[in-house]
């Protein structure tokens, strides 16, 4: 799961004690992998496929990103279960996919825009995209 541009490794080098798979998490201000969605959605091709990603970046919270599994939509939002202390408050039951996240090299690692190709963060950045890639943008 994948995304603070703060560089997380300074931090981790100046915790003094050792990291381990068990107390990492405890580290990590904000649980970083839990304040935001993904969605793979449909590589883009038409000027419409790219006027309609406007448009939805056009809203609050909303990014995009292409990485090696393809376009992903973003929705930064945090988990209803995200305790104040960091804590997951269903840990027991949690979904698979939070089962299944390893926190082996994560975001307090290394930023996870670093894994990607191509990443829209603004309706402006992703219009000038559009127009870089469509010779005739209207
Ligand atoms: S898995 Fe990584 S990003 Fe997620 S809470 Fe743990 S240390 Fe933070
Ligand atoms: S259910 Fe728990 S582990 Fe999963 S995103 Fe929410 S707080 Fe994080």
């Known amino acids: ?6 560089s997380s ?4 080098k100046d915790i003094p004690l050792e990291i381990t798979p068990e107390n990492k998490c405890s580290f990590c201000v904000g649980s970083k992998c839990c304040t935001y969605i993904t969605q793979v959605i449909d ?3 038409s000027k419409a496929d790219f006027q309609h ?11 995009f990103y292409k990485d090696d599994d393809g376009w992903t939509l973003l929705v930064d939002s ?3 279960h995200l305790q104040g202390d960091g804590r997951c408050g269903i840990y027991h039951e949690r979904p698979g996919i939070c089962r299944d996240h390893s926190n082996d090299y994560c975001e307090l690692d290394a930023p996870a825009e670093d894994g990607f190709n ?20 209207a």
């Open 78 to 80: 945090p988990c209803l």
């Open 53 to 63: 990603m406007l448009w939805q970046i056009s809203h609050q919270n909303i990014r």
């Open 118 to 137: 191509l990443y829209f963060d603004s309706y402006k950045s992703l219009l000038k995209y559009c127009k870089k890639r469509f010779k005739k943008w």
């Open 1 to 6: 799961m994948g995304k603070s541009k703060k």
């Open 43 to 45: 590589t883009p091709r």
């Open 9 to 12: 490794k300074k931090a981790l």
